[in-house]
């Protein structure tokens, strides 16, 4: 058995030796004890990950990053990811007075900011389109047969629901809104026809739906989008609230015609009468998620003047010429219009176009002369102006704008007048517009028929767009500058179908208004995360350096422990070998009592 010299730890003139194999349990830590080190060190290492990145080891992919690798981001132009299972969708069918449509809307979840809205935007199919379907006639068609309703509106459904995930469906929210085509009929019909689609909907769809999801909304609910930048006075804050200013609209449709956009919150008035009448044409709304911030609190203007679309205003005009040619023919016993060979001249139409007006009891033949000018002139009475200040069509009130300041998109009819024949769709300019229109009008039906039939509008306009052509784009200019007060010098009017290549619709509103709310569920689930989140990113950098200095003062003092410990486990041994309690001890040392000193 070897032995080992201790020399070092006794007088000079002692010598004695262990047996090698004592060694290693003296001076080497047991495998508790590595074992000990070792699970400190593990556990002072899991903290530290802990503390900084909220995650243990083995769990450092969590839902939640994947939530975050894989959330939905909704593009403009890209199709729609519809395996996404992080993408909501709604549904809104605009029922409007020549047709329906129905609008597939589709929005990543909330960010969890409450300045900011949900970003929706209309669904792509596989071909970038985006997902809308049209049928035709409007709705208001089944006035007399309201049974026929949720009939009429099925293909439109059962297309969209073709689009959406299944398992979508129930939490995705359909609305069906009803305009100026259902608001000229009378309350009871309106209320049968919505009452045929609340009770055979649900029957056969499993979308979120409603009896409040259907009804005719008010004009005030059709609106806009924020494209410029603004200050917007007169807010309840002591500073000025510095945002997007939002774009005013027009629109005119079929049977109305429409105006929209934002004011200040102080409005003059002329009289007390009329500040009674601006309060059902001023609407202050919230769009935020949290009525207690103001960061999409607006204040618009809206009127919609019933009668006043291109379909009804030639409507309009028709009885108009009947009923006073009828009358001029009785006075003075004339017979103007009642044959092709003495036709009524309408400045309206385009040169030499016949046509016949009126009812199978009082039909007038018809001759265009094409005077844009004289259909302008003649057209001014069907505006109903007032001489009153501030006012609009019929006398409606209507606040100042400030021209100089503000920009106007103008919708369906403004855009397909100035397109659809004449080519001049985006900037308006209303000198290049009017000499357009009037060359339009003096030209001969034969030769715009001759271009019509070789293609030249094939995709732009039909043949009953080319016979009213005359007629609405005089409607279009008087309403607008007439009607409206725009000055024939205003250059930020833009009239289109795209903006930012999206269709922009009343419905987009819509569904952003009555889903505004939706956020706040998402925004508390970020703010409970946000009290980690905002707790682990505490710790910076310093933070770390410091929490890594801890930890390792920590090992470093276990190591000094150790040593300590092993320090006097030999000390102990070493005791132990005293020469009285260790026989080999005795015979090494050649006296029995003889004490070591340590």
Not at 375 to 381: A, D, F, K, S, W
Not at 424 to 453: I, P
Not at 484 to 507: G, R
Request: net charge neutral.
């Amino acid at each position: 058995m070897g032995r080992i010299s201790f020399s070092c730890l006794f007088p000079a003139s002692w010598h004695f030796s262990l047996p090698s194999q004592i060694l290693p349990r003296l001076l080497l830590p047991s495998f508790r004890q590595l074992l000990f080190i070792g699970l400190l060190l593990f556990l002072l290492g899991a903290l530290y990950l802990f503390l900084v990145t909220g995650k243990l080891p083995g769990s450092w992919i969590t839902k939640e990053n994947n939530f975050h690798r894989h959330i939905a981001r909704v593009t403009d132009m890209d199709r729609t990811d519809a395996s996404n299972p992080d993408l909501n969708y709604g549904l809104v069918v605009d029922c409007g007075s020549s047709g329906s449509r129905v609008y597939v809307y589709c929005w990543p979840s909330h960010n969890g900011n409450p300045h900011e809205l949900l970003d929706i935007r209309q669904m792509r199919d596989q071909n970038r389109k985006s997902v809308i379907m049209k049928i035709k006639p409007g709705i208001s068609k089944l006035a007399q047969t309201p049974e026929k309703a949720s009939d009429y509106i099925y293909p439109l459904l059962s297309f969209a629901a073709e689009h959406i995930p299944k398992n979508k469906h129930i939490e995705t929210p359909l609305y069906i809104l009803c305009t100026a085509g259902m608001r000229i009929l009378p309350e009871s019909q309106q209320e049968a026809i919505l009452e045929d689609l609340r009770t055979d909907i649900p029957v056969h769809f499993n979308f979120l739906f409603s009896d409040s999801h259907v009804e005719v909304i008010s004009g005030k609910q059709e609106d806009g989008e924020a494209v410029v930048e603004v200050n917007v006075p007169g807010s309840d804050q002591q500073e000025r609230l510095v945002r997007k200013r939002t774009a005013g609209v027009l629109d005119m449709g079929g049977v109305s015609t429409q105006i929209a956009f934002e004011v200040p919150k102080t409005v003059s008035f002329a009289s007390p009468e009329q500040e009674e009448v601006a309060k059902n044409l001023l609407a202050e709304f919230n769009l935020g998620c949290d009525a207690h911030r103001t960061d999409h609190v607006y204040r618009v203007y809206v009127s919609t003047f019933l009668g006043f679309g291109g379909n009804a205003a030639r409507q309009k005009y028709e009885q108009s010429l009947v009923k006073s040619t009828t009358t001029r023919n009785k006075l003075f016993g004339q017979r103007i219009g009642e044959t092709a060979d003495s036709p009524l001249l309408d400045p309206c139409l385009p040169t030499d176009l016949q046509d016949q007006i009126g009812t199978h009891e009082q039909k007038l033949h018809v001759l265009g002369t094409g005077d844009f000018d004289q259909c302008r002139h003649v057209l001014q009475p069907f505006l109903n102006r007032t001489n009153e200040t501030q006012t609009s069509l019929s006398g409606i009130f209507q606040p100042a704008i400030d021209y100089s300041n503000s920009q106007f998109y103008g919708f369906s009819e403004f855009y397909y007048c100035t397109e659809d024949v004449l080519r001049m769709g985006g900037d308006y300019n209303a000198s290049k517009y009017a000499q357009a229109a009037k060359s339009y009008c003096a030209t001969q039906w034969k030769t715009l028929r001759e271009c019509f039939d070789s293609g030249l509008y094939a995709s732009h306009a039909d043949l009953h767009r080319l016979q009213y052509q005359c007629f609405k784009s005089a409607w279009m200019y008087e309403v607008l500058h007439s009607g409206f007060s725009f000055p024939p010098d205003y250059k930020n009017l833009k009239t289109a179908f795209l903006v930012y290549d999206k269709e922009v619709q009343w419905t987009l509103g819509a569904i952003l208004f009555r889903t505004r709310f939706l956020p706040l569920r998402d925004i508390q689930q970020e703010s409970l995360k946000g009290v980690h989140s905002h707790w682990r990113h505490s710790f910076s950098v310093v933070n770390n350096l410091y929490l890594l200095l801890v930890c390792f003062f920590i090992v470093v003092l276990s190591i000094i422990l150790y040593v300590l410990r092993l320090r006097r486990i030999h000390r102990r041994s070493a005791q132990r070998c005293s020469p009285s309690s260790v026989p080999w001890l005795e015979d090494g040392l050649g006296s029995p009592t003889l004490p070591i000193n340590l």
